[in-house]
C-alpha cells in the first residue's frame, strides 16, 4: 500500500523546556549545591508537595538524574543521592588531572580565537555572579555552560570528550562545587579559569596542559578538604 505523503505541520514551535525539564534541573541545582546531601534519601511524595507538582514528573525527573548517576537507586532503601567515598574521589579527581590537562593540551593547537574569546567571555560572567564575587562558591551549569566541558569538546577527541563529559562528570560537579565552597577557594579558581585560556590564547600547549592540571590538582586538594581527609597544601605553580 502506498504511503500518503507528509503535511506539513504548520503548529507552534516545540520548546523543549517542559515540566520534567525544569523539576531535572531544579533537582540537579539542590544535588550540586548541597541542599540534598550526598547520601540522603530521597522522599517522592514530600519532595512533590515541595515542589507542588504531582509525583509523575518528579519520578521521571528522577529517572533522568539517575542515568545521570546523580541519584542511585537501592533495594530495600530507595533512592538516594550519589556520593563518592574520600578515597573513590581522590582517585578519579587524579584520573581526570590527566584527561583534562591532555584535552586542554590538543585544545591548545586547535582552538579558533574566536571560541578563546567565548570562554573568556563565559569566565568573566562567571565571576559577576554573587556566589563567585562573595567567595560562597562557584556553581557551572553543566554542558555548555561549564569551563571544563568546553575545553573538552574543543579538543576535537571523541574519545577524550566521551571520557571526560560521559559517566560520572554530573556527579564530579557536585564534589568540583563542594571544593569552591572553601575559604578563598572560589577566587582561586577563576584566577586558574583565566590562566588556562591565557595560555589557550597563545596557542601554547605546553603551558595549557599544565594549567588545567595545577587547577585539577588544587581541586582535588580542597574536595578532600571539604571531606576533611587531608592535609595536603595547595600547589601554586
Known amino acids: 500500500m502506498k504511503l500518503p505523503p507528509p503535511k506539513n505541520i504548520s503548529s507552534p514551535k516545540i520548546v523543549a523546556t517542559s515540566l520534567v525539564d525544569a ?5 540537579e541545582q539542590a544535588i ?18 515541595q515542589m507542588g507538582i504531582s509525583r509523575g514528573p518528579l519520578r521521571e525527573a528522577i529517572r533522568r538524574l539517575e542515568g545521570r548517576r546523580l541519584l542511585e537507586r537501592r533495594a530495600n532503601i530507595g533512592v538516594r543521592v550519589a556520593e563518592l567515598s574520600p578515597q573513590r574521589l581522590d582517585e578519579l579527581l587524579m584520573v581526570r588531572e590527566a584527561l583534562e590537562g591532555m584535552a586542554c593540551r590538543i585544545a591548545a593547537t586547535n582552538i579558533a ?4 574569546a567565548d570562554l573568556r567571555d563565559m569566565i568573566e560572567s562567571h565571576a559577576k555572579k554573587d556566589d563567585v564575587a562573595a567567595g560562597e562558591g562557584y556553581y557551572q551549569q553543566s554542558g555548555d555552560f561549564d569551563f571544563h566541558f568546553r575545553i573538552a569538546k574543543a579538543s576535537g577527541n571523541e574519545i577524550l570528550i566521551s571520557m571526560i563529559t560521559g559517566d560520572l562528570y554530573d556527579l564530579l560537579r557536585v564534589y568540583r562545587y563542594k571544593s569552591s565552597t572553601m575559604g578563598g577557594r572560589a577566587a582561586e579558581a577563576l584566577k586558574e579559569h583565566r590562566r588556562i585560556v591565557a595560555a589557550l590564547a597563545a596557542q601554547d600547549p605546553d603551558a595549557a596542559e599544565a594549567a588545567m592540571r595545577e587547577h585539577i590538582r588544587n581541586a582535588r586538594i580542597y574536595a578532600k578538604l571539604a571531606l576533611g581527609e587531608t592535609g595536603e597544601t595547595r600547589t601554586n605553580d
Open 113 to 116: 580565537q574566536d571560541d578563546v
Open 23 to 27: 523539576v531535572t534541573e531544579r533537582l
Open 32 to 49: 550540586i549545591a548541597g541542599e540534598l546531601e550526598p547520601g540522603e534519601r530521597i522522599f517522592e511524595q514530600v519532595l512533590a508537595a
